[in-house]
């Protein structure tokens, strides 16, 4: 139905800026609430930023000034723009969505709302 394709991970070194991005794509009546996580080994999944449909942002306290999240409503596609990275961003990052459905048939037209992820990207930094 909707498919969540993050890109833009690699290796840096501290001080270092990367730049992620995911695209949306499918049945995509509108998207709501997106956002970034991430996993480092070991820890759990946790959110780094948020934005809503109508652009409000939220970070996690470790991330504050350095990252800066925001989408493309036209493309829809979200970006995270790290800057400053350290050793400890180290993580597999993944995006999510708050996704309206909507599935036309001869017969029917579906709509609902339902969260997605995608299938991560790696970003180790280097100390």
């Known amino acids: 139905q909707v498919q969540l394709v993050e890109s833009g991970g690699g290796l840096v070194q501290a001080g270092g800026s990367l730049r992620l991005s995911c695209a949306a794509s499918g049945s995509i009546f509108s998207i709501n609430a997106v956002g970034w996580y991430r996993q480092a080994p070991g820890n759990e999944r946790e959110l780094v930023a948020a934005?809503?449909?109508?652009?409000?942002?939220n970070y996690a306290d470790s991330v504050k000034g350095r990252f800066t999240i925001s989408r493309d409503n036209a493309k829809n596609t979200l970006y995270l723009q790290m800057n400053s990275l350290k050793p400890e961003d180290t993580a597999v990052y993944y995006c999510n969505a708050d996704v309206t459905v909507v599935i036309n048939t001869p017969a029917q037209r579906t709509v609902f709302r339902r969260d997605y992820w995608g299938q991560g990207t790696q970003v180790t930094v280097s100390s």
């Open positions: 934005i809503t449909s109508g652009g409000s942002t």
